[in-house]
């Protein structure tokens, strides 16, 4: 089993495709039937791409709402249809969107040789949480998909597909050094900007390195650790990714806080190491005649 995601804005759309009623592309009774509605009231694709829509506008930061993947068998693999329901389930839940908290649809398609299903879930939950991330899909989806098939009892796929290349053990080591450092700093209360990010990062043996357009906006971003190169999307985090993680902490004030706090932890250790400064001398005020 492989899984390829795609995220957009479009719900009608996409659980239109979805039903097979896609205008000029539409399919056989049976070819797309409906095998999963959590959190939505069972309809037709465009009510249910509403209400999924009216839950996505309760969040103003997620511009694309819409996640779809699709789950494929290789050619030939018999896959019952319970199977296939809880292998949907069980993607949905180990990518961190499990369905008793995020609006999940999901039609099976039957106009290919290879069963596959289709699930499009919100990214927004219902219980108002923080939505699911689309960082690292790329390397999170191969290992996922492998539990799945242990777990249901399915034939794995060959090594040649399920991987998309194969990893030099020491740049993944070094990719997934990077990868878990970004995740706990970014999550911590009191980030700030792109330099508190480098000097956190410095004393991980972490080097990053900006790239800003003309008008000073990140663009892109890249990291070195033990002599190894990685791009940001090989890590999750893209330029624009990166800048929308900084962007977004608990608000202004700490985007204030940043300009002063931004500096590394000095150790009361060190400090006692350092030679006494001298008092500065006061200033006289001078009184206007």
Known sequence: MIAKTTTGSDFVGALTYGAGQRQGRGKEPGEAPLLVVA?????????????????????????????????SWKAGEVVSQAQKVAAAKRYCELMGAPIDRHQVVVYEHRDKQHAHVHIYLNRVPIDGGPALRTDNNFYRQPAIT???????????????????????????AARQRVSQALAQLLRQM????EQWLALQLQKLAIEIRYTHDK?????????ETDGVALRGQEVGYKGAQLREALA??????????????ARPEVSPA????????????????RHKR
């Open 146 to 172: 492998r539990q799945i098939s242990q777990e249901l009892g399915m034939d794995p796929l060959p090594e040649r597909r399920r991987s998309l290349k194969a990893l030099d053990p020491t740049k993944e």
């Open 215 to 223: 008008g000073g906006v990140l663009r892109g971003v890249s990291f």
């Open 190 to 193: 009191d980030r700030a900007g």
């Open 248 to 261: 977004a902490p608990a608000g202004a004030a700490m985007e204030h806080k940043a300009e002063h706090e």
């Open 270 to 285: 060190f400090l006692q190491t350092l030679p006494p400064q001298r008092p500065k001398p006061a200033r006289r005020k």
């Open 39 to 71: 959190n939505v009231i069972p309809g037709s694709p465009k009510e249910m791409a509403q209400d999924m829509q009216a839950v996505a506008a309760r969040s103003k930061r997620v511009q694309k709402p819409v996640w779809h993947t699709v789950l």
